[in-house]
């Protein structure tokens, strides 16, 4: 069966400082990985998707990156982290084959950022 | 633009009840997917049910089903024999390869 991991589970980091979120997907070969924000009380957002090593799309501008230097790991980085950036981020997967659009995702546990 | 609305932030029930939540989505697509996620207090996002745009019948699993209606761009999720365990927040979503979702609906089970 598949598993995703995320690592840490909660991370607090001064204003300032870089960031490194790590995704990482068992069971599985060539998935979509996502990654998602969710902002207190709210819906989630998506960051960044990627379809296969290397590439990464990226949906909203921000302070933040996205990168796949293997076929099962997505790290989300930050050089400087805002106030802004917290939030509970969720990484997702779903099976894919060569960029094919696939459907139900499957999410990590989240990690709890909180930028002081 | 795709957007994703569910109009009811909060709802409660009674255990063993019935309960309805409602989303409504908008989008030009013909081919897409819809799904309803729960997001317990442990804040881990569970898949509830999915629904494929070009099939008719209404998706069930369980006591979860939907009622979707593709003109009306309607998919609402129905909690029959509802349990303390079902208490969450309920995401709609909507998409191919990334999921727009909705603002969520807080459930509450009562005893």
């Known amino acids: 069966s598949q598993t995703i991991h995320q690592w840490p589970a909660t991370l607090v980091q001064p204003v300032g400082s870089p960031l490194s979120l790590e995704c990482t997907v068992e069971?599985?070969?060539?998935?979509?990985l996502y990654w998602y924000r969710q902002a207190a009380g709210r819906g989630l957002q998506l960051l960044f998707y990627?379809?296969?090593?290397?590439?990464i799309s990226s949906e909203v501008p921000q302070n933040l990156s996205a990168s796949r230097p293997q076929d099962r790991q997505f790290i989300l980085s930050s050089k400087k982290l805002l106030l802004s950036d917290s939030g509970f981020y969720l990484c997702?997967?779903?099976?894919?084959?060569?960029?094919?659009?696939?459907?139900?995702?499957?999410f990590g546990p989240g990690t709890r950022l909180l930028v002081l | 633009a795709q957007t994703v609305t569910q109009s009811q932030p909060e709802m409660s029930v009674q255990e063993a009840e019935t309960v309805t939540l409602s989303c409504t989505y908008d989008?030009?697509?013909?081919?897409?997917?819809l799904f309803w996620y729960k997001q317990p207090p442990s804040r881990q996002m569970i898949l509830v049910i999915r629904q494929e745009a070009y099939k008719q019948q209404n998706a069930t699993e369980n006591r979860f089903s939907v009622n979707f209606q593709k003109a009306a761009k309607s998919f609402s999720l129905k909690i029959s024999d509802s349990q303390l365990g079902d208490t969450a927040m309920y995401f709609c979503?909507?998409?191919?390869?990334?999921?727009?979702f909705g603002k969520g609906t807080s459930l509450l089970v009562t005893p």
């Open positions: 989008t030009s697509e013909s081919n897409y997917y």
């Open positions: 069971g599985t070969s060539n998935p979509n």
């Open positions: 990627s379809v296969g090593i290397g590439q």
């Open positions: 997702a997967w779903s099976p894919g084959v060569a960029g094919v659009v696939s459907e139900t995702q499957y």
């Open positions: 979503a909507f998409g191919g390869y990334a999921l727009n």
